[in-house]
């Protein structure tokens, strides 16, 4: 329900506040917000840029969950055009609750407050995606499986609060549950988890971190660590070594080294070898009359 004043202000036609024109709520917001930041208060608007409000999975998925509230599709057209033009000027989200600054014939305070994730729920979903998330950056990017998708998406069992775990409020004098400045922050929501997808679990008060080191079955996580270590093991011989090695053969032996290099026998001195002289007596020369020994 809508809280600030306590009825209708007495203005403009029908006693509500007189209509203020896009361009004129654009100057009053730049007007307050440039007030805000001299001020030290860090502004963080909603931009869009052209039509589209969100375009990343986990934004696309918010703003499906919202438009699914049939209570309120008569109120969503207006914030839509709203949160366009530029009128959610300031956007927080914290655990379980949002607060934005949304220009309209005024600058109005919204105030929504979302339940935690239940446990059992939470538990629920780590089951149902165990062993299809492989990595933080594959989560955050919305780059899952169509299993993942479906159990984070469901109505019944996901991570999109349903319209009774949300608590609206907004300063504005209109009375119903939810005014288009309430629209427009929640739609507001879809846009900036297309920046920041990590503020859902945030929001929603559940560790994504946890998400992705409970979704690997322990089976799966000794594989890849055996897997690794054969490799690693394998690699850092082949270089050590400089040969190509097989990681489905048995390593060969190797030899002793002595200071990084084989060990190798030098070839020493060939051992003196003893040549006995044949002694040739020579034999007696005959001439006649004299015998001469050569």
């Keep these: 329900m809508a809280w600030g004043k306590s009825k209708p202000r007495d203005q403009g036609f029908g006693g509500?506040?007189?209509?203020?024109?896009v361009a004129e709520r654009?100057?009053?917001?730049?007007?307050?917000?440039?007030?805000?930041?001299?001020k030290g208060k860090k502004v963080t608007p909603?931009?869009?840029?052209?039509?589209?409000?969100?375009?990343?999975?986990?934004?696309?998925?918010?703003?499906d969950n919202l438009e699914s509230y049939m209570d309120y599709e008569n109120r969503l057209p207006r914030g839509r055009t709203y949160v366009r033009n530029g009128s959610v000027v300031d956007l927080n989200i914290a655990p379980g609750k949002i607060?934005?600054?949304v220009s309209g014939s005024s600058l109005y305070t919204v105030e929504i407050e979302i339940k935690p994730v239940d446990k059992a729920r939470w538990q629920d979903v780590i089951k149902h995606c165990a062993g299809q998330i492989d990595s933080l950056v594959e989560l955050l990017q919305g780059k899952l499986s169509r299993a993942v998708m479906e159990t984070v998406t469901s109505p019944d069992r996901g991570l999109f609060p349903a319209p009774k775990?949300?608590?609206?409020?907004c300063s504005c004098p209109d009375?119903?549950?939810?005014?288009?400045?309430?629209?427009?922050t929640l739609y507001g929501v879809g846009s900036r988890l297309d920046s920041e997808p990590e503020l859902l679990f945030?929001?929603?008060?559940?560790?994504?971190?946890?998400?992705?080191?409970?979704?690997?079955?322990?089976?799966?996580?000794d594989k890849t660590k055996t897997a690794k270590g054969k490799m690693l093991a394998t690699t850092d011989l082949g270089s050590m070594f400089g040969i190509e090695i097989d990681?489905?053969?048995?390593?060969?032996a190797l030899s002793k080294r002595v200071s990084g290099r084989a060990a190798v026998k030098k070839p020493g001195k060939a051992p003196a070898v003893k040549v006995k002289k044949k002694v040739v007596k020579a034999k007696p020369v005959v001439k006649r009359g004299k015998t001469k020994v050569k």
């Excluded at 909603?46 to 703003?63: D, H, M």
């Excluded at 990681?247 to 060969?252: F, L, N, Q, R, V």
Aim: contains cysteine.
């Design 46 to 63: 909603v931009v869009i840029v052209g039509r589209t409000i969100a375009t990343s999975f986990w934004g696309k998925a918010w703003c």
């Design 99 to 101: 607060k934005a600054l």
């Design 175 to 184: 009375w119903a549950t939810m005014c288009k400045h309430v629209a427009a």
């Design 16 to 21: 509500w506040a007189p209509y203020v024109s």
């Design 26 to 38: 654009r100057h009053e917001a730049g007007k307050k917000i440039a007030a805000m930041t001299k």
């Design 165 to 169: 775990q949300i608590s609206l409020k």
């Design 247 to 252: 990681a489905g053969e048995p390593m060969p």
């Design 202 to 221: 945030v929001l929603r008060q559940v560790d994504h971190l946890e998400l992705i080191a409970k979704a690997s079955t322990p089976a799966a996580i």
